[in-house]
C-alpha cells in the first residue's frame, strides 16, 4: 500500500496528471480498472483566482475517482496559493499536486512547470508557502532536470521535503528531452535513496512487467503511468493484477475495446455536451482502436463525425467486421 501524508492508497498503480486528457470522464473509467490514485490534469492556478469558467469546469471531480490528486500550476507565489486554497475549500480533491514538470514553452516562458527545475531554493519557497496555506498533503511533480547539464533532481526533492511536501513523482527525463530518447530510472532510484518521503517512477513504464522492473530496480514506492494508458485501462488493471499476483492477465478482445470506449464518449458527452465530446473522442477512439487490424478506414470516418450515434455506428461495425473474419478463419 502507498500512503501520501493521510491518504491510504490500496496499491502502488497511479495514473498520470495528463494535459487534455485526464478528465474526470477519462480519470473514473481508469479508477475502475483498479489504479491506486488517479490524477487530473493539470489546471491554472491564474485560472482558479480569476474563476475562468473553462477552469472551474475542470475542477469537477465525481466521488467515485477518489482518492485523487489535483495538480495546479503557476509562477508566482500569491496566487499558486490561493489557488491552493482554493482546491481545498471547494473541491473534493485528496491531494493537492504542484506540476513542476510541465516541458511546453507556454508553461515555462510564465515561470512555471518545469522552469522551476532550475533553483531548488525557489521550489522550497513555494512548497513550504502553499504547504503552509493548506491542510490537505502536498505533493510535486516534477522531471529529473532542465538538460543534461543541470540534473539536480536530488537537491529539488530534498528541498520539496524540507518544505513539507508528502510526496514526489518524478519523470526520468529532462525539460528539453520532452517525451523523446530513454528515461533514466536510475536518477529515481538516486532521490529515492536521498529522501524519507515516497517517491512515484514515472517514464517509459509500457507494460506490466516494466512498472515491476521500475519498483524493483530503483525501490520507488509507486509506479505512475501515462501514455500507455490511453484508450487501455487494461493496462493499469493488468499491472495491478501482475504487481499483486505474478500473473499476466490477457489483452482485451475488440469487443471488450470496444464497449469501454462507448462508455468513455457516453461519460464524456455528460461532462461535456455531445458537440465537444464527440469532436475530442476522436483522439481517444483512435488510441482505443491501437492494433485492431483495419482500423485507418474506420479512424478516418471517425474525424469527419459530429454525432454520437454516427460514431457508435462506426465502432460496432468495426466489431461486426472483425468478429466475422475471426469466425471465418476459425472456420477454414
Not at 125 to 138: I, L, N, Q
Not at 183 to 205: L, T
Not at 322 to 328: A, G, I, Y
Request: proline share 3%; net charge neutral.
Amino acid at each position: 500500500m502507498l500512503k501520501i501524508g493521510n491518504i491510504n492508497i490500496k496499491n502502488p498503480v497511479v495514473l498520470a496528471p495528463m494535459a487534455g486528457v485526464c478528465n474526470s470522464a477519462f480519470r473514473l473509467t481508469v479508477k475502475e480498472f483498479g489504479a491506486g490514485l488517479v490524477c487530473a490534469e493539470m489546471v491554472s492556478d491564474k485560472g482558479i483566482v480569476f474563476k475562468n469558467e473553462k477552469t472551474m469546469n475542470m475542477l469537477y471531480i465525481d466521488e467515485r475517482e477518489k482518492p485523487l490528486s489535483l495538480q495546479i500550476f503557476g509562477g508566482e507565489k500569491e496566487t499558486l496559493v490561493e489557488a491552493a486554497k482554493f482546491v481545498e475549500q471547494n473541491t473534493n480533491a485528496d491531494i493537492i499536486d504542484i506540476n513542476m514538470g510541465c516541458p511546453v514553452p507556454k508553461i515555462t516562458k510564465c515561470d512555471a512547470g518545469a522552469k522551476w527545475l532550475l533553483d531548488p531554493n525557489k521550489i522550497y519557497e513555494m512548497v513550504s508557502a502553499v504547504v503552509d496555506a493548506v491542510k490537505k498533503p502536498v505533493t510535486v511533480k516534477m522531471r529529473m532536470g532542465w538538460d543534461e547539464d543541470h540534473i539536480f533532481a536530488v537537491e529539488n526533492a530534498k528541498a520539496v521535503e524540507r518544505a513539507g511536501g508528502q510526496a514526489v513523482s518524478l519523470h526520468g527525463r529532462t525539460r528539453v528531452q520532452m517525451y523523446e530518447g530513454k528515461a533514466n530510472w536510475n536518477i529515481i532510484r538516486e532521490v529515492k535513496q536521498a529522501v524519507n518521503i515516497p517517491i512515484i517512477g514515472n517514464g517509459d513504464v509500457q507494460t506490466p512487467q516494466d512498472a515491476k522492473r521500475m519498483l524493483d530496480e530503483t525501490g520507488c514506492d509507486g509506479v505512475m503511468i501515462g501514455r500507455a494508458a490511453l484508450g487501455n485501462p487494461w493496462m493499469i488493471y493488468r499491472t495491478v493484477q501482475y504487481l499483486q499476483t505474478g500473473v499476466l492477465m490477457d489483452e482485451p478482445s475488440v469487443r471488450e475495446k470496444i464497449d469501454v470506449c462507448i462508455l468513455h464518449l457516453d461519460r464524456l458527452i455528460a461532462l461535456k455536451n455531445e458537440h465537444i465530446a464527440v469532436k475530442e473522442m476522436r483522439k481517444h477512439t483512435a488510441w482505443y482502436l491501437k492494433g485492431i487490424r483495419g482500423n485507418a478506414k474506420v479512424r478516418n470516418a471517425i474525424n469527419e463525425c459530429h454525432t454520437r450515434d454516427e460514431l457508435v455506428s462506426l465502432l460496432n461495425n468495426l466489431v461486426t467486421e472483425v468478429e466475422e473474419k475471426q469466425k471465418n478463419v476459425r472456420a477454414g
